[in-house]
C-alpha cells in the first residue's frame, strides 16, 4: 500500500501535517482518510489531516498489527472537549462542520465532515475495540484517547498554477460516481465477508459498480456470496466477534450482522428474515443447488429497499 503522506490525490489536494503533541507519542495509531472521488492515504501517529475548504472527508482510526495491515477500531470521533481539552465548539464550527457520529461510524471508528472556513482546529477521539485478531490491549492505553489535528486551506491556497483542482463538470462528475462505487464496494464487502472491506479491494468490484449502477451493485454481492471466502470464513469471523455458539445460531448472529451493516438498525419483515436465513443455510451446505442460493441470497439482501433507503446518497451519485 502506497503510504506517501504528502501526497495529492486528484482533484482534492489532501496532504498531511503535523498534529498535537498528544498524537506523536502513540505511534501504533494510524489515520487513514478517504475522499469522494479520491483515493486512500494513510499518516504515521502524529500526523493530521488537511482538506481544502468544501470538501468532504471521511477520518478512521486504525491500530498497527502483527502484519502489514493495521487492525480497525470502533470509536468515538468529536468534539476535544468532550475529551478533556479546553476551548468550545465554535472553534470546531468555524473550520470543521461534522456529521453526527451514527452507530455505524462508530463501529467502524469514522468521522466524516466537510471543510468550512480556512484555519486548524483539532477533533478528539476514544477508541473502544480493536478488530480481531488484534485487541484493544494493543494500543498503549495512554493513546486510547487523544487529538489529532485538522487544517482546512483556502482553495487558492491548494491549487497550483496549472490549475490542478479544476476540470469540467463532467470529469467531477465521474470522480464523484466513481467515489460512490468504491465506497459501496468496500462496504458490501466489509458487510458480507465480515472483515474491512477496505483492505484488498477489487478494483474490478469498484468499476462494475461504478459502470452499472445499482446492477453492478448486486453483480458485486452476488460474486462475494459465492466466493470461498464468504462460505469458509464468514460463519468462523462470526465467532470470533460474537463468542463460541451452535451453527445455527452462528449462522443468525452472521445475518443479523449483514443486515446492521447493510440497512442501519432497520430490519427486514420476519418473513424476509426467514427467506434469508433459509437461503443463507442452502448456501453455506454441500447442495447441489448451494451456488443458485448464494445468488439468490446476495441479489434479494442489495435489492431491498433497506438497502436503498440507508445508502440513498452514495448510489443516487452513481452515473
Not at 469471523?237 to 451452535?246: I, V
Request: proline share 3%; hydrophobic share 35%.
Amino acid at each position: 500500500m502506497n503510504r506517501n503522506f504528502a501526497l495529492v490525490l486528484g482533484t482534492f489536494s489532501l496532504i498531511l501535517v503535523a498534529a498535537v503533541p498528544l498524537a506523536a507519542q502513540c505511534p501504533s495509531l494510524q489515520l487513514r482518510v478517504w475522499q469522494p472521488g479520491g483515493e486512500e492515504t494513510w499518516s504515521a501517529s502524529g500526523e493530521g489531516v488537511r482538506v481544502t475548504t468544501g470538501e468532504e472527508a471521511h477520518v478512521y482510526l486504525h491500530v498497527e498489527g502483527r502484519s502489514a495491515t493495521p487492525y480497525g477500531t470502533s470509536a468515538t470521533i468529536g468534539y476535544p472537549q468532550q475529551y478533556g481539552a479546553s476551548g468550545s465548539q465554535r472553534d470546531v464550527l468555524e473550520h470543521v462542520r461534522m456529521k453526527a457520529q451514527s452507530v455505524d461510524d462508530k463501529r467502524l471508528g469514522r468521522i466524516r465532515f466537510t471543510a468550512e472556513e480556512p484555519g486548524t482546529t483539532q477533533l478528539g477521539y476514544r477508541v473502544t475495540a480493536v478488530s480481531a485478531p488484534g485487541t484493544l490491549q494493543d494500543l498503549p492505553a495512554g493513546c486510547r484517547e487523544g487529538f489529532f489535528a485538522v487544517e482546512v486551506l483556502s482553495a487558492t491556497d491548494s491549487t497550483d498554477g496549472d490549475g490542478a483542482n479544476g476540470g469540467s463538470g463532467s470529469d467531477g462528475d465521474a470522480a464523484t460516481s466513481r467515489g460512490a462505487a468504491q465506497e459501496l464496494a468496500a462496504g458490501l464487502v466489509g458487510a458480507l465477508l465480515r472483515r474491512d472491506g477496505a483492505y484488498n479491494l477489487d478494483s474490478g468490484f469498484v468499476d462494475r459498480i461504478a459502470r452499472d449502477g445499482r446492477d453492478g451493485v448486486i453483480d458485486v454481492a452476488q460474486t462475494v456470496v459465492t466466493s470461498n471466502e464468504f462460505r469458509s470464513e464468514a460463519l468462523r469471523r462470526t465467532e470470533e466477534a460474537h463468542g463460541r455458539a451452535d451453527l445455527s445460531r452462528l449462522r443468525e448472529l452472521l445475518l443479523d450482522d449483514i443486515y446492521r451493516d447493510l440497512y442501519g438498525y432497520v430490519e427486514p419483515s420476519r418473513d424476509d428474515a426467514d427467506d434469508d436465513l433459509a437461503a443463507l443455510d442452502e448456501c453455506l451446505s454441500a447442495s447441489r443447488d448451494s451456488v443458485r442460493a448464494c445468488e439468490d441470497l446476495a441479489a434479494n439482501l442489495v435489492a431491498s429497499r433497506l438497502f436503498y433507503e440507508h445508502h440513498r446518497d452514495l448510489i443516487d451519485q452513481l452515473r
